[in-house]
């Protein structure tokens, strides 16, 4: 099992930048990949990026040079960072880890970003 936890969300003007930090517990391989998604109000849950150990990235078009993923792999973790943020990235942002053998799946709680002046 592993467990995640993000932090780093918060109430941010648009145009402003804003980290988001997951943290993982339990046995991470190399193989795995984290991502980030998001889920606005009334939508459909979304990829944001994704990051494998070896560094390689996906960026989805939403946030296509606005984001930067990064991973530590000695501490397992990942951060996520917006910028020149719009009202539109306003959602709830969660953590993911995708183990493909076996096949397992584990999700962070959420962490809320409001963008609002």
């Known amino acids: 099992q592993v467990q995640l936890v993000e932090s780093g969300g918060g109430l941010v003007q648009p145009g402003g930048s804003l980290t988001l930090s997951c943290s993982s517990s339990g046995t991470v391989f190399s193989a795995d990949i984290f991502a980030w998604y998001r889920q606005a109000p009334g939508k459909q849950r979304e990829l944001v990026a994704t990051?494998?150990?070896?560094?390689?990235?996906y960026i989805s078009d939403p946030v296509l040079g606005r984001v930067t993923v990064t991973r530590d792999n000695h501490k397992n973790t990942v951060h996520l960072q917006l910028d020149r943020l719009k009202p539109e990235d306003t959602a709830v942002y969660y953590c993911?880890?995708?183990?493909?053998?076996?096949?397992?799946?584990?999700w962070g709680q959420g962490a809320q970003v409001t963008v609002s002046s």
């Open positions: 993911n880890l995708r183990r493909v053998d076996p096949d397992q799946e584990f």
């Open positions: 990051i494998s150990s070896g560094g390689g990235r």
